[in-house]
T-cell receptor, first 113, second 115 residues
């Protein structure tokens, strides 16, 4: 089973460039999430989607946009990348926001120079 | 805002020992709590999920307990093995009103099990 698939796995961007991180799950889950993980800061929630057609801000949404394209896919877009967005990004999914184990992708390591 | 603390930040034990990892949180109005494991360079794996109405959950050598009123959870690992070496994170989940949610991780405990 593929579970949660993130692409790309690695990316280097120049300051000001834009890019979209892709995430897809094959478990028919309703809820999906984007986190970033930084040394000393831990995992912080960027955006989440309770169900298809809805998105909400998490703890650190500034500088990001998201799209819940359909039930399977949840993308994260950086419109104008900044060095402060250098991080490891994780996508996750669960049956519902208020129930069910969360399943994580393998992460995207993003460096902004 | 939910604050989640995990103590200790790092722990080194000899193989075979039983050990306890701690998670405390400031807002007890949670609906569940999950424990995760993260191996270096990898994503997270959910180990146990405890609903707010439950006191504990068990899976193999792992047992997680929840005391919601005191804002504490513990993860007990029996007969530790080198393969248990990883970072363990907890996440107490709460609904913060108006349909929004706080899904806040602790910073984790890095466990090393020495053969």
């Amino acid at each position: 089973n593929a579970g949660v698939t993130q692409t790309p796995k690695f990316q280097v961007l120049k300051t000001g460039q834009s890019m979209t991180l892709q995430c897809a799950q094959d478990m028919n889950h309703n809820s999906m999430y984007w986190y970033r993980q930084d040394p000393g800061m831990g995992l912080r929630l960027i955006y989440y989607s309770a169900s298809e057609g809805t998105t909400d801000k998490g703890e650190v949404p500034n500088g990001y946009n998201v799209s819940r394209l359909n039930k399977r896919e949840f993308s994260l877009r950086l419109e104008s990348a900044a060095p402060s967005q250098t991080s490891v990004y994780f996508c996750a999914s669960s049956e519902a926001l208020d129930g069910g184990k969360a399943f994580f992708g393998q992460g995207t390591r993003l460096t902004v120079v | 805002k939910q604050e989640v603390t995990q103590i200790p930040a790092a722990l080194s034990v000899p193989e075979g020992e039983n050990l306890v990892l701690n998670c405390s949180f400031t807002d007890s109005a949670i609906y569940n709590l999950q424990w995760f494991r993260q191996d270096p360079g990898k994503g997270l794996t959910s180990l146990l999920l405890i609903q707010s109405s439950q006191r504990e959950q068990t899976s193999g050598r792992l047992n997680a307990s929840l005391d919601k009123s005191s804002g504490r959870s513990t993860l007990y690992i029996a007969a530790s093995q080198p393969g248990d070496s990883a970072t363990y994170l907890c996440r107490p989940d709460r609904a913060s009103g108006a349909g929004s949610y706080q899904l806040t991780f602790g910073k984790g405990t890095k466990l090393s099990v020495i053969p």
